[in-house]
């Protein structure tokens, strides 16, 4: 978090990003553990760039996609 510069307390496991460029994607990623699910308004407003949200615990966890992601992952299901 950086308002506190401690880690960020919430239920994402994981964040991928496709961009243009790995700097890009690696800011974003950043970005959306920070914002969380609701960074994906971020994302969807971006049209070169689409992302996936792994969320919940190691034991039960969901995805959440991108506009665009689906296309790119078509065989994941949410």
Do not use: H, Q, R, W
């Given at each position: ?8 307390k919430?239920d994402?496991l ?12 690696d800011a974003?990623?950043t ?5 969380g699910?609701e ?7 971006k049209?070169?760039i689409e992302?996936?949200?792994?969320y919940?615990?190691?034991n039960d966890?969901k995805?959440?996609?991108s506009k665009g992601?689906?296309?790119?992952m078509?065989?994941v299901?949410?």
């Amino acid at each position: 978090d950086p308002k506190t510069g401690y880690p960020v307390k919430n239920d994402i496991l994981s964040v991928s990003v496709i961009a243009n460029d790995c700097a890009t994607a690696d800011a974003y990623a950043t970005a959306l553990m920070v914002l969380g699910i609701e960074g994906l308004e971020l994302i969807n407003s971006k049209k070169e760039i689409e992302a996936v949200i792994v969320y919940g615990n190691e034991n039960d966890f969901k995805l959440i996609k991108s506009k665009g992601m689906n296309a790119i992952m078509k065989d994941v299901e949410n």
